[in-house]
């Protein structure tokens, strides 16, 4: 083998040597992202709302089931700002869901996004994220001290304790009902809108037979 050869050869190896660790701690890094994003899911929930203080990102105090989730359909998700993998992926699917509902975002239906990384995620850093994907009212996103959102991670079966395993998870539910489901993985916006549009009906169902009931009472 002549001297350039050789060279050629040497250069190869270290670059394949250095691509192979670069490769090996991403893979460590995102090891939980990258294995729950390969393919969605869904199972039906029960949630519990943590009676705790929240802050959203305009810096207004707010309590999550008393001013977000009653009487609305809630579409809800688990971010933080500096998550640069599936973070951005899944406020991408909510921006999608917010522009197909519409005006329907902000009366009906609610959009929550809720940091899983208090201590860096202020309202500052949620406001500057959120405009890269939300596009109009309806849609909140929180955080707030370390305690407040581990108790509402855990009462939403979302907690993780490990920023490198959270999962990408979304939420759907009637905050009148018991009705919640959850979506593992990347989920497509048209499922997701398929059952706000499910509990919209089963709303209208209720209200027309409570509507007969109370019309046919003596």
């Known amino acids: ?9 040497l250069t190869l190896c270290l670059l ?13 890094e995102h090891a939980g992202h990258t294995m729950a994003a390969k ?4 199972e039906n929930a029960q949630v519990k709302f943590a009676d705790v203080a929240l802050v959203d990102q305009d810096g207004k105090a707010v309590r999550l089931e008393k001013d977000l989730v009653t009487n609305k359909i809630v579409v809800m998700s688990f971010i933080y700002t500096s998550c640069t993998t599936v973070c951005p992926v899944v406020s991408s699917i909510m921006g999608k869901v917010q522009k197909q509902l ?5 009366s009906e239906v609610q959009l929550v996004s809720i940091s899983i990384d208090p201590q860096r995620d202020d309202p500052k850093r949620l406001n500057d994220y959120a405009r890269a994907f939300q596009n109009g009212p309806g849609w909140s996103w929180l955080t ?3 305690q407040s959102v581990n108790e509402t991670l855990k009462g939403l079966g979302s907690f993780s304790g490990d920023l490198k395993s959270h999962a990408p998870l979304i939420l759907v539910g009637d905050g009148n009902s018991s009705h919640w489901t959850r979506y593992y993985g990347f989920t497509d916006p048209s499922v997701l809108i398929r059952e706000v549009e499910k509990l919209s009906g089963q ?15 003596p």
Do not use: K, P, Y
């Open 102 to 106: 519409g005006a329907r975002v902000g």
């Open 39 to 42: 393919s969605a899911s869904a």
């Open 144 to 146: 707030g001290s370390t």
């Open 203 to 217: 709303r209208n169902t209720h209200a027309r037979h409570t509507a007969i009931a109370m019309e046919q009472q």
């Open 1 to 9: 083998m002549n001297r350039f050869a050789h060279c050629g050869l």
């Open 16 to 28: 394949a040597s250095g691509i192979g660790q670069a490769l090996a701690h991403s893979a460590d």
